[in-house]
């Protein structure tokens, strides 16, 4: 029986499957589970992974450049894309991966005393595997970021529902998020909702106070079309934007996961697709080339 299936129990309210579980049972994304007859995040304070980041590494391109960020990751996903990078820990629970309790007070506590050291670094981003799937965590370390002067980058499917983009209302500074197709077509190879996706980009896009960012990974055979990239960008486009202007980053698949049928994106390509972009963008950026 899958999570969705369950009868009865709690349903899970942080993203658009909706999770139905028993008591005991973990959700789709491994990370959240029913407890004492509600969903509760079990993977708050978790942490897999924790290093410092160029902040071009996320990628973020028109924000903060050279700058440096404390990155923090810690397990499961609400997606299943089948070229996923970061596999180990974003398709993994507890059992599954090593990790290590880091609440949100230590933190951001080592935030600070890195950032004394080295003014480069700017704040906290939440990413490596699905953040919003323990948004509670990130809102708790958001808060306390802003407290200590820091900023917030958040790097997200955007596959969640109103209630965590509702908790993290003026919290987040800096976002990229994935948009990885132009449909639910190709959505549904990733089991997410291109419609939950684009609702929160036009959110963070609307919100004057968060630099937004957009990456898309060019797969051959997949979203690899003029056509494709150029619903993407034309969509973008298209949106209202209090701040700054979207910058689209494409980027080069490498075989993952269970993706290995085919070879690298050309580089050519990729530069071929940011030409199509640049018809309707005017930050467009290309990655893994």
Request: glycine residues 10%.
């Amino acid at each position: 029986m899958t999570a969705r299936e369950a009868e009865g129990g709690a349903r899970c309210d942080a993203c658009p499957r909706g999770c139905a579980l028993n008591e005991g049972q973990v959700g789709f994304c491994r990370a959240r589970a029913c407890r004492d007859g509600r969903v509760v995040c079990e993977s708050y304070g978790r942490v897999t992974s924790l290093a410092v980041d160029p902040i071009e590494k996320k990628p973020i391109a028109d924000w903060g450049r050279g700058s440096t960020v404390l990155s923090v990751g810690s397990y499961g996903c609400n997606l299943r894309c089948p070229f996923c990078q970061n596999w180990q820990i974003s398709q993994a629970g507890a059992g599954g991966v090593g990790w290590r309790e880091v609440s949100p007070e230590q933190l951001v506590s080592l935030a600070r005393e890195l950032a004394e050291k080295d003014p480069r670094l700017a704040g906290v981003a939440y990413t490596y595997n699905e953040p919003l799937v323990g948004w509670e965590y990130v809102r708790d370390c958001a808060r306390l970021a802003h407290e200590a002067g820091l900023a917030n980058v958040l790097v997200s499917n955007g596959c969640v529902t109103g209630r965590p983009l509702d908790a993290l209302a003026g919290l987040i500074d800096v976002a990229n998020i994935d948009l990885k197709g132009p449909d639910q077509r190709f959505y549904d190879s990733c089991a997410g909702s291109v419609d939950a996706v684009r609702q929160t980009i036009a959110r963070l896009a609307a919100d004057p106070s968060c630099h937004l960012e957009i990456c898309t990974l060019v797969v051959p055979g997949e979203n690899d079309r003029d056509e494709d990239v150029e619903k993407i960008a034309g969509w973008l486009a298209s949106l209202p934007c209090a701040g700054d202007p979207i910058t689209l980053h494409l980027t080069r698949f490498f075989p993952r996961w269970h993706l290995t049928d085919r070879p690298p994106t050309p580089p050519e390509r990729v530069y071929h697709l940011a030409d199509v972009a640049r018809r309707h963008l005017e930050r467009v950026r290309v990655g893994n080339c």
